[in-house]
Structure formats: structure tokens, C-alpha cells
């Protein structure tokens, strides 16, 4: 018979591969709940018009990524891509559009069909953060300062740098996309195919393109700054000033649009140049018509979604927990009494563990092997006496404890 593979794109994380993954989430957590996010989880997968509506027909993640399928009533869904919109479409769903802002939390497994390379999978992970129902430039600074706190505290602030650019109010976008589809049109021969269509349908995509040909088209492509109205430049401002006074550095970049079609004012990435090709650790910005476009009210929207398995190739490899304890029966009569020490052992907190069969030696031995921080040797005489002998692995030093001191000599 044929063995069966992992989906390609997809990894397993075994082991100590888990830990610098759980760090990133579990820091990432720890740090948005200071900011006063609280945790949601929304399902992994949705109706695919969730997606198609939010991310634009038009997107790449729409029109080559997105995994859908019709399920077995025929109801066409598809794996999350990405989190923002399946979280508002959990705002709608739970009826919290009265109750703003909202100030959210998530981490989970996300899917696109992608070509696989390193830092970038068929299934990945996401951490990420929106604050919802907050037209304010300060949320804008919040989310991006929440965000630059997390990385800091990573370790890898020194790596990363921030950088900021604004897409504008409506009326700025208008006449921003009037300019780029006349400067675009102009060169259209030397377009990617790609972009010529984008040309039509939403021509600050092509400013995103990694094509070789439109990047140089887009090197001399009209700046956004040009088009801004008075309120988005100075909306655009404020988000700056905020995140001045919040200790964030940052460097304007013109060229960062975001591929999804629903970002309006704030687009920012953190990018590094550690990782090669997938630079982009963090991006986000706002959204200001994503949760009317599901069909709810008009509630504005910012944050940013991170990628987990990038993160994890960039942090130190976090510390190992404690090594346990081996609780080592002496001689047969003793297995019993073991097992009850054991258990006491793992109750008071300690990790233990013992051997499944073998005797003295085999199990120290094993006790050697598992890097056990020392040996808990307890035989007929032990028990008796109510003692057992500690024995420090590596020092080698063994001495009696009192059954009842043991937890705290190990503590
Ligand atoms: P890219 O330009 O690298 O394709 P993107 O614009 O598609 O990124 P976003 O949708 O903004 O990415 O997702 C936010 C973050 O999620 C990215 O910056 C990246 O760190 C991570 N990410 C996105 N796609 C993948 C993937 N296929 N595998 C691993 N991480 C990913
Ligand atoms: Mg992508």
C-alpha cells in the first residue's frame, strides 16, 4: 500500500518545533490583552461570499487562493484565508455593531493555495488584532503600537522596521485612481497580464505587483500624497503624531497599498530582511467599509494580521520547560508505592515520570536518557520509613528527604 504524505504546503509542528510557535501566540496574546483586546475565535470555515465580498472579487487571494468547496448540501464554503472579515462577520452575527468599539484578539490556522517556499504554506498561522467601531486616528496608532510592542518583546524589534503609508479618504482614492489608470494606460504594453486586468478593476492593485516589469512602471508612478484631501492628510498626520508619542518608529513608504480591496486611510508593514523573499511579518491598516459590505452598519475598522511561522523562524529559541523528575522503584515490592509518588509528584506541580518496565539500572539509565534533573529511588526500606533518596543527576549527589518534603525539595 501506498504511504500516505502530508497535503503539500502543510507542516507538522512536532515538539520543540511547538515551542517557538506557542511563544510568538502566547506573547502576542499576553501583549493585546494590555491593550485591552479581549480573545475571539470565529470558525475556520465560512460562506465563501464572506470572503468574496470582503476581500473584493477581483484580489489575488479571491481569484487563485482561496480553498472552497461546496459541502455536502451543496452550500459553497471556503477555508478562512484570512481572520478580519470572518471576525466581522462575527460582529454582525452576534449583534455587538450597538456595542463599539470592540477591541479584538485572534490566533489561528489560516489557508491559501500558494506556491510553497520557505516562510510561506498552504496552512499557516496568524496573530492578529481589530479594533472595531473607532473612526479615531488613535485607534490607527493603538493597533500599530500594540503591534511593534508585541515584536519588541520578541526580540525582534531591532530586525523589523515599520513602515506607513495612507490610501486616502473616498474622494482622495477617486482622484488617485483616476491618475494611476492614465499613467498606467499610458504604459500599458509593458504591463504584466496580471496588472492590465487590474488596470480595470482596481488599479491600486498594481502598485502591490512583485512583477519585475510593473515594479519599474510603479517606481514612477504617481505618489498618493498629491491627491490627499485636507481631512486625510490630516488624519494621516495624527496617526503619526500618535505614534510619535508612543515611542514607534516608523518610515513613510508610498508604495505600500495592501492587496485587499477594503483598506481606506492607514496601510503599514512591518517588513525585515532576515527572512529573504517572504519579508512581510505584519501588515494591516483601515477598513472602513468592510463590516457595510457584510451587510451590517457602517463600522469603521483597523488592525493587522502577523504570520505566525515567520515570526517563529525570526525569535531565539525559547527555553525548554524544567526537566522532570524519575521516580525509580528500587525492587519489585516497590512499583506500587512508586505509582502513588508519582501521581502526589505531578499533583504538587513537579513533572515526573517512570519507566514502564526495567529494572534498577535499565531505569536509571533511562532516567539518564530523558535528561531527568534527578532520580526519586524509593525501595521496601523507603517506605517503611516514609523517606525516599533524592539523587541529583548531575552532580550525582544523593541524599534522604522525608516523603512529605519532597514536593518543596523540588520546587
Ligand atoms: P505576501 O505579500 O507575503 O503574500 P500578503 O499581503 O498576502 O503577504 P497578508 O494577507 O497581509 O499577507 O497576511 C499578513 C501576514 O500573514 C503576512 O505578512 C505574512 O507574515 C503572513 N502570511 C501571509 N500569507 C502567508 C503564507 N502563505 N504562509 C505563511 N505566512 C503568510
Ligand atoms: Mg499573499
Redesign the pocket.
Known sequence: MQTVKPVRGTRDLIGGEMRPHRAVIGRARDIAARFGCAEWATPIFEDTAVFARSLGETSD?VMKEMYSFPDRGGESLTLRP?NTAGICRALISNGLTQTLPQKVFYAGP?F?Y?RPQK????Q?H?IGIEILGAPEPLADAEAIACGWDILASLGVGGAVTLELNTLGDGPSRAAYRAALVEYFTAHEARLSPDSRARLARNPLRILDSKDEADRALVAAAPLIEGFLTAGAAGFFAQVQADLTRFGVPFTVNPRIV???DYYSHTAF?FVTTTLGA?G?????GRYDGLVAELGGPAVPGVGW???V??LALMIADPPAGPAPVAVVPVAAEAEGAALGLLAELRRAGIGAEIAYRGNLRRRMERANRIQARAAVLLGADEIARGVVQLKDLASGEQREVARADLPAALA
Do not use: D, I, K, N
Not at 516562510?119 to 498552504?122: E, S, V
Open positions: 487571494v484570512e489560516m491559501r500558494e516562510g510561506r504554506y498552504r499557516f496568524q495592501r492587496g485587499l508593514e517572504q512581510t511579518v505584519m501588515a494591516g494580521a502577523a504570520g511561522e515567520r
